[in-house]
């Protein structure tokens, strides 16, 4: 089982919709946690940050962490054609001796006029 | 003014050669790192360096080595290429060690071995 798991999507909604992406992970040392948006051809780019348990927002966005369940959500509100992107969700663990960013398999949205 | 910037953007070469891709960051950044994103768009961590020192190494071939000439510059060197190294090869950077601030990634290199 891979530590941090995101279905694939593709995930395809109207112009307007409210889109919930989902990560679930099995290692409770994780602490931080990250979505980063990637286009086509491109590298991924930082979208919200959440350290621990709580939700946070940023303007359309709103990123939540459930420790107790293992599980996090990324909100896009009043989605636009331009969040057509692959969403990866990223977590790390606090630790000393240097860590790397653990991704999900990312998932595909595609939002259509 | 790129921020992470990697050299070449598109690599096709045959198996069994040798070479080189390049990053460089203007970000200040104390900590580079080298990630594979494989057709199945995963992305996994291969190398990381903070300030030109080696830290994570994970189960990388030896035909994979990293070199970093001081902690803006990250090189990837591979040796003898196969065809199951065709991928994306991104380099990124952390504002220090431990990455809470998130990476900041360069535009990757798509490498492909015929």
């Known amino acids: 089982q891979k530590e941090v798991e995101q279905d694939p999507g593709p995930l395809s909604v109207p112009e307007g919709a409210i889109v919930s992406l989902n990560c679930t992970y099995s290692?409770?040392?994780?602490?931080?946690f990250m979505w980063y948006r990637q286009y086509s051809r491109k590298g991924p780019e930082l979208l919200m940050y959440t350290y621990s348990s709580g939700n946070k927002e940023d303007g359309r966005f709103t990123a939540q962490v459930d420790k107790s369940s293992k599980y996090i959500s990324l909100f896009i509100r009043d989605s636009q054609p331009s969040d057509s992107a692959t969403y990866l969700c990223?977590?790390?663990?606090?630790?000393?001796?240097?860590?790397?960013?653990?991704f999900g398999k990312g998932t595909s949205l595609l939002v259509t006029p | 003014d790129t921020a992470v910037s990697q050299t070449p953007k598109y690599l096709v070469t045959q198996m069994g050669n040798d070479k080189s891709i390049k990053c460089e960051q203007n970000?200040?950044?104390?900590?580079m790192y080298w990630y594979k994103q494989d057709s199945k768009k995963f992305l996994k961590i291969m190398f990381s360096?903070?300030?030109?020192?080696?830290?994570i190494n994970e189960t990388v071939p030896n035909r994979f080595s990293p070199k970093s000439p001081d902690k803006a510059h990250l090189n990837l060197h591979i040796n003898s290429l196969e065809l199951g190294d065709s991928a994306v090869y991104f380099c990124?950077?952390?504002?220090?060690?431990?990455?809470?601030?998130?990476?900041?990634f360069g535009s990757g290199t798509r490498l492909t071995v015929v």
């Open positions: 990124a950077s952390s504002q220090d060690g431990q990455g809470y601030y998130g990476y900041t």
């Open positions: 290692n409770s040392a994780f602490q931080y």
């Open positions: 970000l200040g950044h104390d900590t």
């Open positions: 360096y903070n300030n030109k020192e080696l830290i």
């Open positions: 990223a977590m790390s663990k606090n630790s000393n001796s240097g860590y790397a960013l653990n």
